[in-house]
């Protein structure tokens, strides 16, 4: 069961950090002013990987809480 964990948790591990790094924007000058007021929705694609982002890391919460009790 442990090992089974482990493997599960190595794959959505990575499977996370590729979504992370597709939402990564490009730093420019609007994004990095702190006043700015320009404020961006997320629609179609964005917000499903950023929905999906956030069900793999609770996903990886869980399986990591079910390892700990194990």
Request: without cysteine; charged residues 10%; hydrophobic residues 55%.
């Amino acid at each position: 069961m442990k090992t089974a964990l482990s493997v599960i948790q190595i794959i959505l591990s990575i499977f996370l950090s590729a979504l992370i790094f597709l939402q990564a924007k490009g730093a420019n000058e609007s994004n990095s002013n702190i006043l700015s007021s320009n404020v961006g929705e997320r629609r179609g694609w964005e917000k499903f990987i950023f929905n999906l982002t956030i069900f793999i890391t609770i996903l990886f919460l869980i399986s990591s809480i079910v390892q700990l009790i194990n």
